[in-house]
């Protein structure tokens, strides 16, 4: 850690990852809700369930790139935060909010309340003091950001990251906005999570990969920038347009079916660079980097990103597919794979290099975390495959044959069953990595024969921490 | 383990320059124009598709087109490329006033583009054809009018490029402006006067 200030990251990532495991609890709670409907129906119904899941990865994944950025932009800029002090007031307001809203959505407590009462739209649902504090501790981290960067060197990396996060909060603000008129107040709703995941989180991504790969590659910064700049034009280019593939049946004009359909078909293009970028920087580099955990997380992130968000994205983006599979566990497969590829393997990525810093631990060997590395992606990337076929079946059933929603949900109980299954692995990934990251104090596995092999001959090869 | 732990790298080895540096020009400005092109090329395709499904009724939204006014369009844009070459040329001989004045020609030629474009589109209008009227012009309106939306973004970088008049610059301008002029000799034949 060359930077004393870069210790507030600690803390952001800590608590970014008690709420990822909130987070996952909760899935594995209403996947099991799936299986057996009546589960917790009069303690915790499924769509309190599922705001706590949806809720929690937002605010963990959000708290996870503040922190991400707490991380690597006093090193980017060669200089410490601009005040540590605003960067724990504003954690504090964070908790605070967060906490606030997961009692609130449980006890279901000041019902009906302008200020304290849950909103009552679906995703944006946070009661509006949670909103305004979320806000106020937004400004707080643009502000010190900021100043930081602005007082010390400038880089493609912070420059893209800034840009990425100041998105972010300007973006949150159509939150507060909700129209009388139905369809605009969907198409509003879409400006804040749609234009993140699909814009200026494509950002944040990008330059965290990209300080990712000049770490652990040591490929030259320039090379990195170049491709930096070339993903981040093909990601706005697409992806702000592209969000048009959730108005197709929300009461807007006709056209939105072609804008969307269209721009959202290039939205895989940024990805697929992200991918291709990550691993040529991997064969390009001449550094033998020990953390392997956060090089396996950063490549797992791209390919994920690419398949969940990517390809598994156009698959139901045409609006021609889309009628028939709007809203089926299409989208659900979509979204999970999405999600977790682009952005909580991201997070998990960043951690995997910050976290022994910080902890001042290096080296020690990080194979639990590659385990659970594996874990959560083979889990997730099994529970993708369940919905994806779960929704190919209620398509057919519900949207081309006519049958009952419920009567369809009950002939898609064995997917549900595995899907469960797959949940059951993503927990324990993530209890497995929080446990690697936070318990050994040193090696835990020592060179295999292949690997003592290589240590004694190759004399450009280091030992994996 | 911090990176200065590290052992150096390894000197890098030579590499030779790829075709990515060869690119007149700059490279975002052909990642801009690799972009545009399959946009407006999923756009073609995608009213190409749809028309099979209506022959009929697309050749008879057709008729309701102003061909002439395309056609002197075409010939007024194309013209207005070529304004922009002898710019970027003017440009490496450094001569600058000789640079502005073709940019400048080519712009007002962009402007009398959009000046035709809107006469056709008020003449629409006055007949009651809109955005929503059918799928033919769904698609006339979305291609022509991200199209014409593109000559105004060109006439912008014509004059920007124009301030800061140095070869690079007017040659990464002309790039785009030749993009603007590429794709509506794409658009006319396909949406205008394909029977």
Redesign the interface.
């Given at each position: 850690?060359?930077y004393q200030s870069q210790k507030i990251a600690l803390a952001y990532m800590g608590v970014a990852l008690a709420l990822f495991l909130i987070q996952v609890t909760m899935g594995l709670v209403i996947g099991w809700i799936y299986v057996s409907p009546n589960f917790l129906s009069e303690l915790l119904p499924f769509n309190i369930g599922r705001m706590l899941h949806t809720n929690a990865l937002v605010v963990w994944l959000i708290t996870g790139f503040m922190g991400a950025a707490y991380f690597l932009i006093p090193e980017e800029a060669e200089r410490e935060i601009h005040s540590e002090k605003l960067a724990y007031l504003q954690l504090l307001i964070l908790v605070v909010g967060t906490l606030g809203a997961v009692i609130t959505y449980t006890f279901n407590l000041f019902e009906g309340n302008i200020l304290l009462g849950k909103e009552g739209r679906e995703f944006l649902e946070q009661p509006l003091w949670v909103k305004a504090g979320i806000v106020v501790a937004a400004l707080i981290f643009l502000f010190n950001v900021t100043m930081t960067v602005l007082k010390g060197r400038k880089t493609a990396i912070t420059n893209i990251l800034l840009l990425g996060l100041w998105g972010l909060a300007l973006l949150f603000l159509f939150a507060f906005y909700n129209p009388g008129n139905l369809a605009l107040d969907k198409q509003y709703w879409w400006y804040v999570v749609h234009l993140w995941v699909e814009g200026v989180w494509e950002l944040i991504m990008a330059s965290i990969l990209a300080y990712l790969m000049l770490?652990l590659t040591?490929v030259?910064r320039e090379v990195v920038e170049?491709w930096l700049?070339?993903i981040v034009?093909?990601a706005l280019?697409?992806g702000i347009l592209g969000t048009g593939h959730h108005y197709y049946w929300i009461g807007t004009?006709?056209?939105w079916q072609?804008?969307g359909?269209?721009?959202s078909?290039?939205e895989i293009?940024p990805f697929f660079a992200m991918m291709a970028f990550a691993f040529v920087m991997v064969w390009k580099g001449?550094?033998d980097?020990?953390?392997k955990a956060a090089l396996l997380w950063s490549l797992g992130c791209a390919t994920l990103a690419f398949f969940g968000a990517g390809v598994w994205g156009f698959l139901h983006t045409l609006h021609g597919v889309n009628y028939y599979t709007h809203g089926t566990q299409i989208t659900a497969a979509h979204g999970h794979l999405a999600f977790f590829g682009a952005y909580v393997a991201l997070n998990l990525a960043i951690m995997s290099y910050a976290l022994?810093?910080l902890r001042g631990r290096?080296?020690y060997n990080q194979v639990l975390n590659m385990a659970s590395f594996w874990l959560m992606a083979g889990g997730m990337t099994f529970m993708t495959f369940t919905l994806t076929f779960a929704g190919t079946v209620q398509t057919h059933l519900q949207r081309v044959m006519g049958e009952y929603y419920m009567d369809v949900q009950d002939q898609l109980w064995v997917f549900y069953v595995m899907r469960f299954g797959s949940g059951v692995a993503v927990v324990l990934g993530a209890l497995l990595f929080i446990y690697a990251l936070a318990m050994p104090r040193r090696e835990v596995v020592g060179p295999g024969p292949i690997e003592q092999r290589r240590l004694d001959t190759d004399a450009?090869h280091?030992a994996a921490? | 383990?911090?990176?200065t732990e590290?052992?150096p790298?390894?000197p890098?080895a030579y590499e030779p320059p790829s075709v990515l540096d060869e690119l007149p020009g700059d490279?975002?400005m052909w990642?801009?124009i690799v972009?545009e092109l399959?946009?407006f090329g999923?756009?073609l395709a995608?009213f190409l598709g749809v028309r099979i499904t209506d022959p009929l009724g697309f050749a008879e939204a057709q008729d309701a087109l102003h061909r002439t006014a395309a056609g002197i369009n075409t010939v007024v844009l194309v013209t207005s490329g070529f304004f922009a070459a002898l710019a970027v040329r003017m440009a490496e001989h450094g001569r600058k006033a000789a640079t502005r004045g073709w940019l400048a020609a080519a712009s007002a030629l962009g402007i009398v583009f959009l000046v035709i474009k809107v006469m056709e589109y008020a003449e629409k209008a006055s007949h009651g054809i809109g955005?929503?009227t059918n799928s033919f012009f769904?698609?006339y309106?979305?291609l022509t009018g991200f199209h014409a939306a593109h000559v105004v973004a060109g006439i912008v970088i014509l004059g920007l490029v124009s301030i800061r008049c140095t070869p690079r610059t007017v040659e990464v301008g002309a790039a785009f402006w030749h993009m603007v002029d590429l794709v509506w000799v794409l658009l006319f034949p396909v949406i205008y006067l394909l029977r």
């Amino acid at each position: 850690m060359k930077y004393q200030s870069q210790k507030i990251a600690l803390a952001y990532m800590g608590v970014a990852l008690a709420l990822f495991l909130i987070q996952v609890t909760m899935g594995l709670v209403i996947g099991w809700i799936y299986v057996s409907p009546n589960f917790l129906s009069e303690l915790l119904p499924f769509n309190i369930g599922r705001m706590l899941h949806t809720n929690a990865l937002v605010v963990w994944l959000i708290t996870g790139f503040m922190g991400a950025a707490y991380f690597l932009i006093p090193e980017e800029a060669e200089r410490e935060i601009h005040s540590e002090k605003l960067a724990y007031l504003q954690l504090l307001i964070l908790v605070v909010g967060t906490l606030g809203a997961v009692i609130t959505y449980t006890f279901n407590l000041f019902e009906g309340n302008i200020l304290l009462g849950k909103e009552g739209r679906e995703f944006l649902e946070q009661p509006l003091w949670v909103k305004a504090g979320i806000v106020v501790a937004a400004l707080i981290f643009l502000f010190n950001v900021t100043m930081t960067v602005l007082k010390g060197r400038k880089t493609a990396i912070t420059n893209i990251l800034l840009l990425g996060l100041w998105g972010l909060a300007l973006l949150f603000l159509f939150a507060f906005y909700n129209p009388g008129n139905l369809a605009l107040d969907k198409q509003y709703w879409w400006y804040v999570v749609h234009l993140w995941v699909e814009g200026v989180w494509e950002l944040i991504m990008a330059s965290i990969l990209a300080y990712l790969m000049l770490k652990l590659t040591g490929v030259d910064r320039e090379v990195v920038e170049k491709w930096l700049y070339v993903i981040v034009a093909a990601a706005l280019f697409s992806g702000i347009l592209g969000t048009g593939h959730h108005y197709y049946w929300i009461g807007t004009p006709g056209y939105w079916q072609w804008i969307g359909s269209i721009f959202s078909s290039l939205e895989i293009i940024p990805f697929f660079a992200m991918m291709a970028f990550a691993f040529v920087m991997v064969w390009k580099g001449r550094r033998d980097h020990p953390n392997k955990a956060a090089l396996l997380w950063s490549l797992g992130c791209a390919t994920l990103a690419f398949f969940g968000a990517g390809v598994w994205g156009f698959l139901h983006t045409l609006h021609g597919v889309n009628y028939y599979t709007h809203g089926t566990q299409i989208t659900a497969a979509h979204g999970h794979l999405a999600f977790f590829g682009a952005y909580v393997a991201l997070n998990l990525a960043i951690m995997s290099y910050a976290l022994p810093i910080l902890r001042g631990r290096d080296p020690y060997n990080q194979v639990l975390n590659m385990a659970s590395f594996w874990l959560m992606a083979g889990g997730m990337t099994f529970m993708t495959f369940t919905l994806t076929f779960a929704g190919t079946v209620q398509t057919h059933l519900q949207r081309v044959m006519g049958e009952y929603y419920m009567d369809v949900q009950d002939q898609l109980w064995v997917f549900y069953v595995m899907r469960f299954g797959s949940g059951v692995a993503v927990v324990l990934g993530a209890l497995l990595f929080i446990y690697a990251l936070a318990m050994p104090r040193r090696e835990v596995v020592g060179p295999g024969p292949i690997e003592q092999r290589r240590l004694d001959t190759d004399a450009d090869h280091v030992a994996a921490e | 383990m911090s990176d200065t732990e590290l052992q150096p790298p390894a000197p890098a080895a030579y590499e030779p320059p790829s075709v990515l540096d060869e690119l007149p020009g700059d490279l975002m400005m052909w990642v801009l124009i690799v972009s545009e092109l399959l946009v407006f090329g999923a756009g073609l395709a995608a009213f190409l598709g749809v028309r099979i499904t209506d022959p009929l009724g697309f050749a008879e939204a057709q008729d309701a087109l102003h061909r002439t006014a395309a056609g002197i369009n075409t010939v007024v844009l194309v013209t207005s490329g070529f304004f922009a070459a002898l710019a970027v040329r003017m440009a490496e001989h450094g001569r600058k006033a000789a640079t502005r004045g073709w940019l400048a020609a080519a712009s007002a030629l962009g402007i009398v583009f959009l000046v035709i474009k809107v006469m056709e589109y008020a003449e629409k209008a006055s007949h009651g054809i809109g955005v929503e009227t059918n799928s033919f012009f769904t698609f006339y309106y979305l291609l022509t009018g991200f199209h014409a939306a593109h000559v105004v973004a060109g006439i912008v970088i014509l004059g920007l490029v124009s301030i800061r008049c140095t070869p690079r610059t007017v040659e990464v301008g002309a790039a785009f402006w030749h993009m603007v002029d590429l794709v509506w000799v794409l658009l006319f034949p396909v949406i205008y006067l394909l029977r």
